[in-house]
């Protein structure tokens, strides 16, 4: 059963640096695609990012973020990353790291495709 744990969130200053993980366990990766998720306080749960299956490593940002975030893959540690750049108080909410088993390309936006959920971890830009 595979199972993600997200780590790495907390409280940083507006402009700053933060890089999530998604450590899975009891599978591997290579065949899944993942997604990363976030909610913030009174809004609903919006994609965020999502890396595709090893074979193919296609990557995907909402808008928001495009050009600030950056998702990546080590295999070898079987882990997902997220280096968040320039962060704002827009950006401020629980992060969720969720996995698909799929070949084809990620999908931003399939939330429901997904099968397999971290317990997401916070982040909070505040000054």
């Known amino acids: 059963q595979l199972q993600l744990v997200e780590s790495g969130g907390g409280l940083v200053q507006p402009g700053g640096s933060l890089r999530l993980s998604c450590a899975a366990s009891?599978?591997?990766?290579?065949?899944?695609?993942i997604g990363w998720f976030r909610q913030a306080p009174g809004r609903e749960r919006e994609g965020v990012s999502c890396?595709?299956?090893?074979?193919?490593?296609?990557?995907d940002y909402a808008d928001s973020v495009k050009d600030r975030f950056t998702v990546s893959r080590d295999n070898a540690k079987n882990t997902i990353y997220l280096e968040m750049d320039s962060l704002s108080a827009e950006d401020t909410g629980v992060y969720y790291c969720?996995?698909?088993?799929?070949?084809?390309?990620?999908?931003?936006?399939?939330?429901?495709?997904?099968?397999?959920w971290g317990q997401g971890t916070q982040v909070t830009v505040s000054s």
């Open positions: 969720a996995a698909e088993f799929w070949l084809g390309k990620c999908d931003l936006n399939g939330m429901s495709q997904y099968d397999y």
């Open positions: 009891g599978v591997t990766l290579d065949n899944y695609a």
């Open positions: 890396i595709s299956s090893r074979g193919s490593g296609s990557t």
